[in-house]
């Protein structure tokens, strides 16, 4: 399964509304299993995160997260119902059960974790908050954009990042704020604003998106911390549990050199750690509801973290973003997997 359409956002939302944030949920890794799919929330076209392809499927970091937690919760990661949500109603409709996941490019803040509802349950990829300049502009720094109109995105962080930066700094600017980021990237190129402001990532893929990328350049300057990754609903532990490890698995894996080009390979490793990981010594799945290849099922059909990555925003991709934050512990980066013991 690729994508679902929704069919009452309005619904979603009054839905949402009469939830307590903190209420147990029904138990969603029964109800996921009773559907048959994992009902997943994600950006509607973001390229390397989220976004259709030529064949109508989605691919994405974001969607490849998805397809991971469907590995290891039914043995299929393809059993997937991608739900496209806007940034707005992203949160009624994981709060309503309309979603089993959300993994859309959401920056984790004490706020959605408090008040919402929610529990994030890892850092899938870390980020920052960036500019996009018109290259004609001549602009290197973002201290030289006082009185700009910048172009963003309603319902993000973005509009308190914005407001932050300009302040401390003691400048100016235009707020041009629209609905989705389509539309952000359509007034940036009509002109209607002189700078764009999104997370960098978003950056990156909207500068390819325009009818001649080399009319803009992405400034040097990151101005947030916009540690990205999936969340769930509060009251469900086991459900959190298995986004979270999930994501794990996967970071353990490109740790210990298992990939899915060798993991049938790595089923004959001897070392402790490997045989661990992909059940082959003790059932580190048993405590989650999950079978003793869990983790297996996840590498062998989706890929370590690095695998995602690559073919997704790194090297294997137009994007061609660096590991940066997003290496491994060990390589200078901050991610980071507890054991699997």
């Known amino acids: 399964m690729n994508k679902l359409h929704r069919c009452s956002g309005m619904a979603g939302v009054l839905a949402a509304a009469l939830l307590l944030p903190g209420l147990a949920q029904a138990n969603t890794l029964e109800t996921v299993k ?78 959605r974790d408090t008040t919402l509802g929610l529990h994030f349950t890892g850092v899938s990829y870390f980020d920052g908050q960036a500019f996009m300049v018109a290259s004609d502009l001549g602009v290197q720094s973002a201290r030289e954009l006082d009185g700009a109109a910048v172009c963003t995105q309603s319902g993000t962080t973005s509009e308190l990042n914005l407001a932050d930066y300009f302040r401390r700094h003691d400048m100016t600017f235009e707020a041009v704020v629209f609905d989705a980021p389509e539309q952000s990237i359509i007034g940036f190129e009509e002109g209607r604003c ?66 899915q080009t060798n993991v049938d390979d790595m089923l004959d490793d001897e070392s402790p750690e490997v045989m661990r990981l992909l059940g082959r010594d003790g059932d580190f799945g048993e405590g989650m509801g999950l079978d003793a290849d869990w983790a297996y099922q996840i590498i062998k059909q989706v890929g370590n973290y690095a695998d995602a990555f690559d073919r997704n925003v790194g090297t294997g991709s137009p994007f061609n973003i660096g590991r940066g934050l997003n290496a491994l512990w060990k390589d200078g980066g901050v991610q980071y997997a507890p054991p699997i013991r």
């Not at 998805?66 to 991608?82: D, K, M, P, S, T």
């Not at 992203?90 to 993994?103: K, P």
């Not at 300057?221 to 509060?234: N, T």
């Open 34 to 111: 009773e559907r048959g799919s994992l009902r997943c929330g994600v950006n509607a076209a973001q390229p390397g995160f989220s976004a259709l392809d030529d064949e109508d499927t989605y691919r994405g970091l974001d969607t490849d997260i998805c397809r991971a937690v469907a590995a290891a919760a039914l043995g299929e990661g393809a059993r997937v119902e991608f739900v496209p949500l806007d940034s707005v109603e992203r949160f009624a409709a994981l709060q309503s059960g309309e979603v089993d996941v959300l993994a859309r490019t959401t920056t984790w803040t004490s706020s």
């Open 194 to 259: 002189d700078v764009l402001s999104s997370d960098s990532s978003q950056l990156y893929a909207q500068r390819m998106q325009l009818r001649d990328p080399d009319m803009a350049v992405v400034l040097p300057e990151v101005i947030s911390k916009e540690p990205l990754g999936p969340a769930v609903r509060q009251g469900d532990d086991q459900w959190f549990n298995i986004v979270k490890w999930s994501l794990y698995a996967m970071l353990n894996a490109e740790e210990l050199g298992v990939s």
